[in-house]
Nanobody, 116 residues
Framework: QGQLVESGGGLVQPGGSLRLSCAASESIFNIYTMGWYRQAPGKQRESVATITTTGTTNYADSVKGRFTISRDNAKNTVYLQMNSMKPEDTAVYYC??????????WGQGTQVTVSS
């Protein structure tokens, strides 16, 4: 219950694309803001993109114009489409569901590596 199940991580060449998926339980998906975070070695975990229940999105400056977050309410799933990828995008990516600032859930994390 309340699990976030991620998929889509892997290895991609610079300039390539990947699509991450995160499936949430129906009980939380309709009321939680969903988002993607990432953490590179030696770096602090940072927000990449978020999307509210009404579809309002926010992006980190570093990914604007390249990444797109979306949600499929019928499937209780949030996606992160990553295009024009750079080596700097290499990190463990985490799905997050937030109800309040004190109540939320994290996915297990999936490795994304951008390298030639």
């Amino acid at each position: 219950q309340g699990q976030l199940v991620e998929s889509g991580g892997g290895l991609v060449q610079p300039g390539g694309s990947l699509r991450l998926s995160c499936a949430a339980s129906e009980s939380i998906f309709n009321i939680y803001t969903m988002g993607w975070y990432r953490q590179a070695p030696g770096k602090q975990r940072e927000s990449v993109a978020t999307i509210t229940t009404t579809g309002t999105t926010n992006y980190a400056d570093s990914v604007k114009g390249r990444f797109t977050i979306s949600r499929d309410n019928a499937k209780n799933t949030v996606y992160l489409q990553m295009n024009s990828m750079k080596p700097e995008d290499t990190a463990v990516y985490y799905c997050h569901a937030r109800f309040t600032s004190a109540m939320g859930y994290w996915g297990q994390g999936t490795q994304v590596t951008v390298s030639s």
